[in-house]
DNA sequence: CTCCCATCACTACATTTGTAGTTGCCACAT
DNA sequence: ATGTGGCAACTACAAATGTAGTGATGGGAG
Protein backbone atom coordinates (compact mmCIF):
# COMPACT_ATOMS: atom_id res chain seq x y z
CA UNK A 1 0.00 0.00 0.00
CA UNK A 2 0.84 3.30 -0.48
CA UNK A 3 2.66 4.96 2.92
CA UNK A 4 -0.72 7.00 3.63
CA UNK A 5 -0.01 10.17 2.96
CA UNK A 6 -0.90 13.31 5.57
CA UNK A 7 -4.03 13.87 5.11
CA UNK A 8 -5.39 17.94 6.52
CA UNK A 9 -8.51 18.13 8.58
CA UNK A 10 -10.78 19.39 5.64
CA UNK A 11 -8.84 17.54 3.53
CA UNK A 12 -10.61 14.37 5.80
CA UNK A 13 -13.56 15.91 5.20
CA UNK A 14 -13.19 14.88 1.58
CA UNK A 15 -11.82 11.68 1.81
CA UNK A 16 -14.59 10.46 4.06
CA UNK A 17 -17.01 11.88 1.72
CA UNK A 18 -14.96 9.53 -1.10
CA UNK A 19 -14.42 6.76 0.97
CA UNK A 20 -18.62 6.69 2.03
CA UNK A 21 -19.17 6.82 -1.77
CA UNK A 22 -17.25 6.70 -5.03
CA UNK A 23 -16.83 7.61 -7.48
CA UNK A 24 -17.65 11.21 -7.49
CA UNK A 25 -17.04 14.48 -9.27
CA UNK A 26 -16.23 17.51 -8.06
CA UNK A 27 -19.74 19.42 -8.26
CA UNK A 28 -21.18 16.00 -6.86
CA UNK A 29 -18.56 16.62 -3.86
CA UNK A 30 -19.96 20.24 -3.55
CA UNK A 31 -23.13 19.73 -3.47
CA UNK A 32 -22.84 16.64 -1.04
CA UNK A 33 -20.87 18.34 1.32
CA UNK A 34 -21.94 22.25 1.00
CA UNK A 35 -24.75 21.71 3.87
CA UNK A 36 -21.64 20.57 6.26
CA UNK A 37 -18.64 22.63 4.91
CA UNK A 38 -20.50 25.66 2.92
CA UNK A 39 -17.76 25.50 0.72
CA UNK A 40 -17.54 26.93 -2.72
CA UNK A 41 -16.61 24.85 -5.72
CA UNK A 42 -13.13 25.64 -6.08
CA UNK A 43 -12.30 25.08 -2.69
CA UNK A 44 -13.19 21.56 -2.73
CA UNK A 45 -11.62 21.49 -6.25
CA UNK A 46 -8.16 22.64 -4.53
CA UNK A 47 -8.47 20.04 -2.06
CA UNK A 48 -9.47 17.26 -4.47
CA UNK A 49 -6.77 18.28 -6.36
CA UNK A 50 -4.08 18.82 -3.49
CA UNK A 51 -5.57 15.28 -2.67
CA UNK A 52 -4.38 13.55 -5.80
CA UNK A 53 -0.98 15.35 -5.54
CA UNK A 54 -0.47 13.80 -2.13
CA UNK A 55 -1.42 10.50 -4.15
CA UNK A 56 -4.87 9.85 -1.75
CA UNK A 57 -7.02 10.00 -4.50
CA UNK A 58 -6.80 9.16 -7.64
CA UNK A 59 -8.89 10.07 -11.13
CA UNK A 60 -10.75 8.80 -13.98
CA UNK A 61 -12.59 9.96 -16.91
CA UNK A 62 -16.22 9.07 -17.15
CA UNK A 63 -17.93 8.51 -20.45
CA UNK A 64 -19.01 12.10 -20.99
CA UNK A 65 -15.72 13.47 -20.92
CA UNK A 66 -15.98 14.90 -16.86
CA UNK A 67 -13.68 13.75 -14.46
CA UNK A 68 -14.51 11.51 -11.15
CA UNK A 69 -12.28 11.39 -7.99
CA UNK A 70 -11.46 8.11 -6.21
CA UNK A 71 -9.73 6.72 -3.23
CA UNK A 72 -6.00 5.75 -3.86
CA UNK A 73 -5.71 4.67 -0.02
CA UNK A 74 -7.52 2.89 2.01
CA UNK A 75 -9.45 4.49 5.21
CA UNK A 76 -8.04 1.78 7.44
CA UNK A 77 -4.35 3.16 6.26
CA UNK A 78 -4.95 6.77 6.77
CA UNK A 79 -6.89 5.97 10.18
CA UNK A 80 -3.91 4.23 11.39
CA UNK A 81 -1.03 6.57 10.44
CA UNK A 82 -3.11 9.50 11.97
CA UNK A 83 -3.66 7.34 15.37
CA UNK A 84 -0.46 6.20 15.14
CA UNK A 85 0.70 9.59 15.03
CA UNK A 86 -1.63 11.44 17.40
CA UNK A 87 -0.78 8.37 19.79
CA UNK A 88 2.86 9.36 19.73
CA UNK A 89 2.58 13.61 19.86
CA UNK A 90 -0.18 13.12 23.20
CA UNK A 91 0.59 9.68 24.38
CA UNK A 92 4.31 9.96 23.56
CA UNK A 93 3.51 6.39 21.51
CA UNK A 94 2.13 4.56 24.54
CA UNK A 95 -1.29 3.22 23.47
CA UNK A 96 -2.90 1.99 27.43
CA UNK A 97 -2.58 5.11 28.34
CA UNK A 98 -4.48 6.61 25.18
CA UNK A 99 -6.90 3.47 25.57
CA UNK A 100 -6.85 4.62 29.22
CA UNK A 101 -7.93 8.22 28.32
CA UNK A 102 -10.81 7.56 25.85
CA UNK A 103 -12.23 4.82 27.82
CA UNK A 104 -12.41 7.39 31.35
CA UNK A 105 -14.07 10.33 28.93
CA UNK A 106 -16.63 8.23 27.47
CA UNK A 107 -20.53 7.05 28.50
CA UNK A 108 -20.84 3.85 26.93
CA UNK A 109 -23.83 1.41 26.82
CA UNK A 110 -23.57 -1.68 28.75
CA UNK A 111 -23.67 -3.56 25.18
CA UNK A 112 -20.59 -0.95 24.08
CA UNK A 113 -18.40 -2.34 27.18
CA UNK A 114 -19.27 -5.82 26.04
CA UNK A 115 -18.34 -5.52 22.94
CA UNK A 116 -14.70 -3.51 24.03
CA UNK A 117 -13.71 -5.81 26.47
CA UNK A 118 -14.23 -9.01 24.20
CA UNK A 119 -11.77 -7.39 21.65
CA UNK A 120 -9.25 -6.50 24.52
CA UNK A 121 -9.20 -9.86 25.30
CA UNK A 122 -8.34 -10.86 21.80
CA UNK A 123 -5.86 -7.98 21.67
CA UNK A 124 -3.71 -10.09 24.54
CA UNK A 125 0.22 -10.13 23.88
CA UNK A 126 1.37 -13.36 23.16
CA UNK B 1 -10.01 26.79 33.03
CA UNK B 2 -7.89 28.56 30.31
CA UNK B 3 -9.97 27.19 26.82
CA UNK B 4 -6.83 25.03 25.80
CA UNK B 5 -5.05 26.74 23.44
CA UNK B 6 -4.22 25.30 20.37
CA UNK B 7 -1.11 23.01 20.43
CA UNK B 8 1.13 22.47 17.24
CA UNK B 9 3.44 19.23 17.14
CA UNK B 10 6.78 20.96 18.19
CA UNK B 11 5.02 22.97 20.67
CA UNK B 12 3.78 19.90 22.28
CA UNK B 13 7.40 18.52 22.39
CA UNK B 14 8.11 22.32 24.60
CA UNK B 15 4.62 21.52 27.20
CA UNK B 16 5.66 18.00 27.61
CA UNK B 17 8.94 18.86 28.89
CA UNK B 18 7.50 22.04 31.02
CA UNK B 19 4.92 19.30 31.97
CA UNK B 20 7.57 17.19 33.48
CA UNK B 21 9.50 19.88 35.24
CA UNK B 22 8.76 22.93 35.44
CA UNK B 23 9.96 25.87 35.69
CA UNK B 24 12.79 25.88 32.91
CA UNK B 25 14.84 28.77 31.22
CA UNK B 26 15.12 28.40 27.81
CA UNK B 27 18.46 27.51 27.50
CA UNK B 28 18.01 24.73 29.96
CA UNK B 29 14.72 23.31 27.23
CA UNK B 30 17.16 23.32 24.34
CA UNK B 31 19.89 21.30 25.93
CA UNK B 32 17.47 18.68 27.87
CA UNK B 33 15.75 18.69 24.51
CA UNK B 34 18.98 18.36 22.08
CA UNK B 35 19.32 15.05 22.17
CA UNK B 36 15.73 14.25 20.82
CA UNK B 37 15.44 16.87 18.53
CA UNK B 38 18.37 18.63 17.73
CA UNK B 39 16.66 21.95 17.99
CA UNK B 40 19.07 25.45 17.79
CA UNK B 41 18.39 27.42 20.99
CA UNK B 42 16.35 30.12 18.65
CA UNK B 43 13.82 27.65 17.64
CA UNK B 44 13.18 26.36 21.26
CA UNK B 45 12.97 30.72 22.11
CA UNK B 46 10.41 31.05 19.18
CA UNK B 47 8.87 27.79 20.48
CA UNK B 48 8.50 29.39 24.17
CA UNK B 49 7.26 32.54 22.69
CA UNK B 50 4.35 31.84 20.60
CA UNK B 51 2.63 29.06 23.54
CA UNK B 52 2.93 32.61 25.70
CA UNK B 53 1.27 34.22 23.34
CA UNK B 54 -0.97 31.74 23.14
CA UNK B 55 -1.74 31.21 26.69
CA UNK B 56 -0.20 27.76 27.10
CA UNK B 57 3.44 29.02 29.29
CA UNK B 58 3.31 31.46 31.92
CA UNK B 59 6.97 33.28 32.46
CA UNK B 60 8.67 34.33 35.67
CA UNK B 61 11.38 36.24 36.48
CA UNK B 62 13.72 33.97 38.55
CA UNK B 63 16.58 36.01 41.05
CA UNK B 64 19.22 36.36 38.77
CA UNK B 65 16.87 38.11 36.58
CA UNK B 66 17.21 35.55 33.59
CA UNK B 67 12.95 33.91 32.56
CA UNK B 68 11.77 31.13 33.14
CA UNK B 69 8.79 29.71 31.59
CA UNK B 70 5.79 27.34 33.13
CA UNK B 71 2.41 25.63 31.76
CA UNK B 72 -0.42 27.85 32.13
CA UNK B 73 -2.52 25.06 31.29
CA UNK B 74 -3.02 21.74 32.49
CA UNK B 75 -1.35 18.85 30.46
CA UNK B 76 -5.15 17.02 31.27
CA UNK B 77 -7.33 19.33 29.70
CA UNK B 78 -4.83 19.61 26.73
CA UNK B 79 -4.99 16.21 26.13
CA UNK B 80 -8.44 16.20 26.37
CA UNK B 81 -8.80 18.79 23.91
CA UNK B 82 -6.28 17.30 21.67
CA UNK B 83 -8.40 13.96 22.00
CA UNK B 84 -11.81 15.76 21.30
CA UNK B 85 -10.36 16.65 18.28
CA UNK B 86 -9.04 13.47 16.50
CA UNK B 87 -11.71 11.72 17.63
CA UNK B 88 -13.98 14.49 15.86
CA UNK B 89 -11.93 14.66 12.61
CA UNK B 90 -11.30 10.46 12.00
CA UNK B 91 -14.18 9.22 13.95
CA UNK B 92 -16.54 11.48 13.15
CA UNK B 93 -16.93 12.10 17.21
CA UNK B 94 -17.51 8.19 18.38
CA UNK B 95 -15.45 6.60 21.24
CA UNK B 96 -16.65 2.99 20.70
CA UNK B 97 -14.95 3.00 17.16
CA UNK B 98 -11.79 4.97 18.52
CA UNK B 99 -11.58 2.42 21.42
CA UNK B 100 -12.02 -0.29 19.16
CA UNK B 101 -9.40 1.04 16.71
CA UNK B 102 -6.74 1.56 19.15
CA UNK B 103 -7.78 -1.69 21.48
CA UNK B 104 -7.45 -3.68 17.97
CA UNK B 105 -3.82 -2.25 16.95
CA UNK B 106 -2.42 -2.76 20.11
CA UNK B 107 -0.91 -5.90 22.02
CA UNK B 108 -1.42 -5.38 25.74
CA UNK B 109 -0.48 -6.99 28.94
CA UNK B 110 -3.45 -9.64 31.27
CA UNK B 111 -2.25 -6.82 33.62
CA UNK B 112 -3.55 -3.87 31.26
CA UNK B 113 -6.07 -5.76 29.91
CA UNK B 114 -7.59 -6.15 33.50
CA UNK B 115 -6.94 -2.77 34.50
CA UNK B 116 -8.73 -1.25 31.36
CA UNK B 117 -11.46 -3.31 31.85
CA UNK B 118 -12.55 -2.26 35.05
CA UNK B 119 -12.22 1.32 33.79
CA UNK B 120 -14.63 0.48 31.02
CA UNK B 121 -16.96 -0.74 34.24
CA UNK B 122 -17.29 2.35 35.44
CA UNK B 123 -17.26 4.61 32.14
CA UNK B 124 -21.02 2.86 31.76
CA UNK B 125 -23.34 5.47 31.03
CA UNK B 126 -26.21 5.84 33.92
C1' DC C 1 37.19 50.13 32.13
C1' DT C 2 36.35 46.95 28.19
C1' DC C 3 35.02 43.15 25.68
C1' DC C 4 32.43 38.96 25.31
C1' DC C 5 28.74 35.85 26.30
C1' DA C 6 24.14 34.87 27.62
C1' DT C 7 19.45 36.55 26.83
C1' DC C 8 15.92 38.65 24.72
C1' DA C 9 13.25 40.80 21.14
C1' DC C 10 12.70 41.07 16.12
C1' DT C 11 12.94 39.55 11.68
C1' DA C 12 13.12 35.87 8.01
C1' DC C 13 11.54 32.64 5.01
C1' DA C 14 9.80 28.25 3.03
C1' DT C 15 5.69 25.02 3.56
C1' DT C 16 1.17 23.67 4.51
C1' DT C 17 -3.55 24.77 5.10
C1' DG C 18 -7.92 27.10 4.46
C1' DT C 19 -10.51 29.34 1.32
C1' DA C 20 -11.33 31.16 -2.76
C1' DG C 21 -11.01 34.09 -7.47
C1' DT C 22 -9.72 34.37 -12.59
C1' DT C 23 -9.05 32.59 -17.14
C1' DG C 24 -9.34 29.49 -20.83
C1' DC C 25 -11.81 26.14 -23.44
C1' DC C 26 -15.48 23.36 -25.32
C1' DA C 27 -19.95 21.36 -26.23
C1' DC C 28 -24.69 22.55 -26.68
C1' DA C 29 -28.87 25.33 -27.11
C1' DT C 30 -30.40 29.14 -30.04
C1' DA D 1 -21.79 31.36 -35.56
C1' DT D 2 -22.35 32.45 -30.92
C1' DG D 3 -23.10 33.10 -26.37
C1' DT D 4 -23.32 30.56 -22.00
C1' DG D 5 -22.73 27.30 -18.61
C1' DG D 6 -19.50 23.73 -16.90
C1' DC D 7 -15.27 22.10 -15.86
C1' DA D 8 -10.35 22.36 -15.47
C1' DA D 9 -5.96 24.90 -14.71
C1' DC D 10 -3.68 28.34 -12.57
C1' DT D 11 -3.22 32.08 -9.39
C1' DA D 12 -4.02 34.42 -4.77
C1' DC D 13 -3.33 35.33 -0.29
C1' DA D 14 -3.47 35.23 4.82
C1' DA D 15 -2.56 32.39 8.99
C1' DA D 16 -0.04 28.78 11.16
C1' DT D 17 4.15 26.01 11.52
C1' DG D 18 8.98 24.65 11.43
C1' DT D 19 13.26 26.31 11.81
C1' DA D 20 16.32 29.64 12.35
C1' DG D 21 19.36 34.29 11.91
C1' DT D 22 20.39 39.22 13.54
C1' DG D 23 20.69 43.04 16.57
C1' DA D 24 20.56 45.13 21.13
C1' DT D 25 21.87 44.91 25.93
C1' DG D 26 23.47 44.21 30.38
C1' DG D 27 26.52 42.00 33.71
C1' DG D 28 30.89 39.46 34.68
C1' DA D 29 35.81 38.00 33.58
C1' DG D 30 39.95 40.01 33.19
Known amino acids: M ?3 PDISESEWTVMEALWD ?4 TASELTKLLR ?3 KWAENTV ?3 LTRLVEKGALKTA ?3 SGTRTYLPAVKREACVR ?3 ESFMQR ?4 AAKPLLVHFAQNS ?3 AEEVRELKKILDQSLKS
Not at 21 to 24: I, V
Open 90 to 93: VFGG
Open 45 to 47: RTL
Open 61 to 63: ENS
Open 21 to 24: AAPQ
Open 81 to 83: AEG
Open 107 to 109: KLT
Open 2 to 4: TPA
Open 35 to 37: PTT
